[in-house]
């Protein structure tokens, strides 16, 4: 069932989705050589906590027999794709940082993610962000009325595949609303015209996550952080849009 919600819900799902980008706003200075992911962590946490909302991804259930994720945040460094546990690690200059964030208030949830650098980074490095950036942009520009999930998804998979980059097709993009992950299912590949209809009042996360490597992965053995399988970098951006019958509208920008 694909929730369409009305101009009320959105009111209250860009509430909860507004704080994360300004999480990402006062994260940012602190995203340097030395502090550690639990401390990042921590700091996201209590600024979710002070905006009146709850950290949503605490007690996602985990895969049979692994614990719930404890986090509010997930944190994944360099070759880890997603689902980084935030903890002692202390993040070093070059490294790149993915955050996703997920909020919940009101009984709605946002969900949003960015990849930081830290301190001065790799030429491909940097190139890798902007293009799973750009990537991303052309997904929601094609989120219009009209068109399928496949047009999305082609959208990204063309920013991608210009730069021979991999797209991790495991992991997809969803819905998000009333619920941290509802159907559809957001493919980072696709074929135009191919797949369900675009609707008006659809709330989408478009997720693209872009290895410099290959596009598969496999999940350390905790049971959460999803990493390259050949070790190479990894980079994620995320926004949740309100699909609208113009433009779809970014509920997770300032
Ligand atoms: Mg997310
Ligand atoms: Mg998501």
């Known amino acids: ?17 507004q704080i994360i980008p300004r999480a990402f706003e006062m994260i940012e200075p602190a995203v340097v050589p030395g502090i550690t992911t639990g401390e990042i962590n921590r700091l996201i946490d209590q600024f979710i906590r002070d905006h009146g909302a709850e950290p949503s991804f605490i007690g996602v259930p985990g895969n049979q027999g692994v614990a719930p994720f404890p986090a509010a945040c997930c944190i994944s460094v360099n070759e880890e794709v997603v689902h980084g546990l935030p903890g002692k690690r202390v993040l070093r200059e070059g490294d790149v940082v993915g955050i996703d964030v997920g909020t919940r208030r009101d009984g709605y949830y946002g969900d949003s993610a960015r990849t930081f650098a830290v301190g001065v980074c790799a030429p491909e490095a940097l190139k890798l962000m902007e293009v799973t950036r750009q990537a991303l ?23 991608v595949d210009a730069h021979g980059y991999g797209i991790v097709r495991e992991m997809v993009g969803h819905g998000v609303g009333a619920a941290l992950h509802e159907p559809p299912e957001v493919p980072n590949y696709g074929r135009p015209g191919v797949g ?3 609707k008006p009042g659809m709330c ?3 997720e693209p996550m872009i290895n410099i490597g290959k596009g598969a992965i496999k999940v350390q053995p905790d049971g959460w952080t999803v990493v390259t399988a050949d070790g190479s970098l990894s980079v994620h951006f995320e926004h949740q849009i309100q699909i609208t019958e113009n433009e779809p509208q970014i509920l997770t920008e300032i």
């Open 204 to 206: 989408l996360a478009l």
């Open 1 to 17: 069932m694909i929730q369409i919600y009305s101009e009320r819900e959105f009111e209250l799902i860009r509430q909860a989705a």
């Open 196 to 198: 369900l209809l675009l």
């Open 137 to 159: 942009q052309a997904g929601i520009s094609a989120a219009v009325p009209g068109h399928r999930i496949g047009d999305i998804g082609h959208a990204v998979q063309q920013v």
